[in-house]
């Protein structure tokens, strides 16, 4: 597709469940991010790829957090042991990476709101 | 440590009148820094960016690096322009990692 995919778009867990966040980055995207975005807030980054290396996961909350992109495309967010305060709107983002010493600016996904309940 | 912030979480003008969102950033480097702007019911995406030095929809923001601001102004404001506004920060490229640091946002209305 021409632009960043998540799925789903709506996720109800109760407490103490598991669950897995989806991440369709553009296609050629070297770059993908993570945000958590509680309400009324802005994004704050949970972590970072380029193609399939982590090279930075300090925005994780707690080791219930992890996140991977196996083949350097799509990419999972998984939660454990799911709490409240999980609940927030999930979002993804790619980019192309540097140019020229700048960055390109993100490609944003419609976001995952996860209730936790 | 990067912090942005935008003063005002609520703004409210008349169409046709001058806009002026705040934001001022903590960054002792060369920040990037990025307005993105979110319509509602529709994903976040990229208004514009300091070192395009450019003009979107008649919004222009300009990096003040000794009052470390970058606030976005409109002359005269559209309804279509009502949207939540969000400033955000990146490292300069020397500094390397990519992510984005947010403010809060401010939600822009404009009255007929």
């Known amino acids: 597709g021409a632009g960043v995919s998540q799925s789903p778009r709506y996720k109800v867990a109760k407490r103490g469940q598991d669950v897995a966040l989806r991440c369709d980055p553009i296609s050629g995207h070297v770059s993908l991010f993570w945000y958590q975005q509680a309400l009324g807030q802005g994004p704050e980054f949970l972590t970072y790829?380029?193609?399939?290396?982590?090279?930075?996961k300090s925005g994780l909350p707690s080791d219930r957090f992890f996140a991977e992109r196996p083949e350097g495309s799509v990419s999972t967010l998984k939660i454990q042991r799911t709490q409240q305060e999980d609940s927030a709107v999930y979002l993804c983002?790619?980019?192309?990476?540097?140019?020229?010493?700048?960055?390109?600016?993100?490609?944003f996904g419609s976001g995952t709101r996860l209730t936790v309940v | 440590a990067q912090r942005v912030t935008q003063p005002e979480k609520l703004l409210s003008v008349f169409k046709g009148a001058p806009v002026e969102l705040k934001c001022n950033y903590s960054?002792?480097?060369?920040?990037?820094l990025f307005w993105y702007v979110q319509y509602s019911r529709q994903r976040l995406q990229l208004l514009l960016r300091h070192i395009s030095r450019e003009s979107i929809k008649g919004f222009t923001a300009d990096l003040n690096k000794g009052e470390t601001s970058f606030h976005l102004k409109k002359p005269f404001a559209q309804e279509e322009d009502s949207a939540m506004y969000y400033c955000a920060l990146a490292r300069g490229f020397l500094q390397g990692a990519q992510k984005l640091v947010f403010g809060q946002g401010t939600r822009l209305t404009i009255n007929p």
């Open positions: 983002a790619s980019s192309l990476g540097r140019r020229r010493g700048h960055n390109y600016g993100y490609t």
């Open positions: 960054y002792s480097g060369s920040p990037e």
């Open positions: 790829f380029q193609n399939e290396a982590q090279l930075d």
